[in-house]
């Protein structure tokens, strides 16, 4: 049963399951993470993993660890290609996050939403290009290339208020020129 709209709800009550039980236990999961926020842990080929913080939407943070470029995110951060369920499975890019591997009994749960794209049957034999033919690459866990230069997120914004015991807010724009 490949994830499609008919079974879309199913999908998502399951990630909010999921998401819930790395919560309610999260001081355990969090030792068990993979990538990001200064793991030391590396992940697996086809290990299925929930991100962290991950927009508003729960599409996108379940799935299964493809490739890892390291430090080729944002920020010098390993830049981790993820596959997800649906429409013949979709790759996408995740970097300055964590990665929560799916315990033995989820990952039975979420492998049905993936049948048309299980990490057994997907190799990648000519590499994963991240939107150009300069980018692509084979293996699994990929060294920058010569002469790389680590993104520092040009152009992303940052934003935060404080408030203090008065009441009062002081706000801080930080612009990454």
């Not at 590396?42 to 599409?59: C, D, I, N, W, Y």
């Not at 649906?86 to 799916?102: E, I």
């Not at 997907?122 to 991240?130: N, V, W």
Request: net charge negative.
């Amino acid at each position: 049963m490949p994830l499609d709209e008919s079974n879309q709800a199913e999908f998502d009550e399951l990630h909010t399951k999921i998401h819930d039980a790395i919560h309610a236990d999260h001081e355990v999961r969090w030792m068990q993470t993979v990538g990001g926020f200064g793991s030391r842990r590396m992940p697996k080929q086809g290990m299925f993993v929930k991100t962290g913080p991950h927009g508003g939407s729960l599409r996108g943070s379940i799935g299964w660890v493809a490739q890892v470029r390291l430090k080729q995110g944002q920020f010098g951060s390993d830049n981790y290609i993820l596959c997800h369920a649906g429409n013949g499975g979709w790759l996408m890019q995740h970097s300055n996050n964590v990665f929560y591997p799916l315990n033995p009994a989820e990952v039975e749960q979420v492998r049905p939403f993936f049948a048309d794209c299980l990490p057994e049957n997907e190799t990648f034999p000519t590499g994963i290009t991240l939107g150009s033919e300069e980018t692509r690459a084979v293996g699994f866990l990929i060294d920058p290339p010569e002469g790389f230069e680590t993104r520092g997120g040009e152009g992303a914004r940052m934003r935060m208020t404080t408030i203090g015991a008065d009441g009062g807010k002081t706000v801080t724009d930080t612009v990454f020129l």
